[in-house]
């Protein structure tokens, strides 16, 4: 083996590919410390958008009860990065007075189906349980997609409601007793969740869930 034209090859082809290393290490670097940046600013805010936590909206004895069902990356349920990046765009837009995302018309069934298949797959044992025929307790669910730009808010999240339809279309006009004080931005966000839903239903998808 001639190692001397071994060592020359090999210096040629680092001096002729050494700058293209240097540009990827750089961008590599370059994206790690973005990266570190985003997630410092997002703790600092208590902002996560790249979280989707759906989340169960009760009334039990009087009392506003808000109950996690999964939370997921937003990449695991809309399943494509245009899709995120539309979400994202539409939780930045939000404001305390409107929590619904304002998703275009033409992509809200979209992303409220991902948000369908994936309750859909949290509950799949009720489905296959009635379809054989066996005992289940069935109930309409009403969904949406929701960033609460709340500043009395502990974490900000984008939230996929998930509210009883009886309950959603029949809200009392006075606020419920609460869990915690801060959850009084939440019964403001049903409430306008609700008057939407009265006049442009576009943004909601009825769904049955079987336990």
Known sequence: MDWRALLQHGWVVLR???????????????????????AKAEWS??????????????????????RTLVEKNCREVF????????????????????????????????????????ISEQFADGFVRRDMGLPVQKQN??????????GALMTRKIRAMVVRKDLFTHLPADMPKLER??????Y???????????????HFLDVEICI
């Open 79 to 118: 399943l494509n990065d245009v899709a995120v990046e539309r979400v994202h765009e539409a939780a930045k837009r939000t404001t305390a007075e409107s929590a619904l995302l304002p998703l275009d018309k033409d992509e809200r069934w979209f992303m409220l189906n991902a948000v369908l298949n994936e």
């Open 16 to 38: 002729e590919h050494w700058i293209n290393s240097l540009i990827s290490l750089s961008a590599l670097v370059f994206g790690a410390w973005i990266g570190k940046r985003r």
């Open 141 to 150: 669910y009403v969904i949406c997609l929701t960033y609460e730009n709340d």
């Open 45 to 66: 805010k208590k902002r996560f958008l790249d979280r989707i936590n759906f989340s169960l909206n009760s009334i039990v004895d009087g009392t506003l009860q808000i």
């Open 188 to 202: 403001n966000t049903l409430r306008q969740l609700a008057t939407v839903y009265q006049q442009d239903p576009s």
């Open 181 to 186: 004080p801060h959850h009084a931005t939440r």
